[in-house]
């Protein structure tokens, strides 16, 4: 199997287990973006929903901690930790996105990307 294709597949299974953790810790509208042929940025955008600050954090929080204890992996940059609107953990291949809904109305990044959403494999995290 060649690098790329060993590539996208563990950006899938990093992807899928973004979703899973959110979808676990209660995010909202979890959804997975497949990019990778839109932009050299990620391969996947993963989005969620908190229901507030607060959550936004524990969300972000709860994925980079995961990520870290089960695939030892660390996000390359932060970006929007400080105010909790919206946080966004950039995994090179993967980056997560978690939103107030206000954040998520206003960036609109599925209407950006649109028709790129996947269903994520697997079930538990």
């Given amino acids: 199997m060649n690098d790329e294709i060993m590539q996208k597949e563990k950006a899938k299974e990093i992807a899928d287990f973004a979703f899973n953790v959110l979808d ?17 940025l990620a391969d996947y955008f993963v ?6 600050n607060t959550h936004v954090r524990a969300l972000a929080d709860e994925v980079e901690f995961k990520l870290k204890e089960e695939m030892s992996l660390e996000p390359s940059h932060i970006e929007g930790a400080s ?11 993967v980056i997560i ?9 206003f960036y609109k990044l599925e209407r950006l ?3 790129n ?6 079930g538990d995290e």
Avoid: H
Avoid at 47 to 52: F, K, N, P, Y
Avoid at 83 to 93: E, F, I, S, V
Avoid at 117 to 122: A, H, L, M, N, V
């Fill in 117 to 122: 959403e996947i269903k994520p494999e697997g």
């Fill in 83 to 93: 105010g909790n609107a919206w946080t966004l953990l950039d995994y090179g291949c």
């Fill in 97 to 105: 996105n978690v939103f107030t809904s206000e954040a998520r109305d």
């Fill in 47 to 52: 989005l969620a929903t908190g229901t507030s």
């Fill in 113 to 115: 990307w649109g028709g």
């Fill in 24 to 40: 676990n810790k209660k995010g909202m509208d979890v959804t997975v973006l497949e990019v990778g042929d839109q932009t050299i």
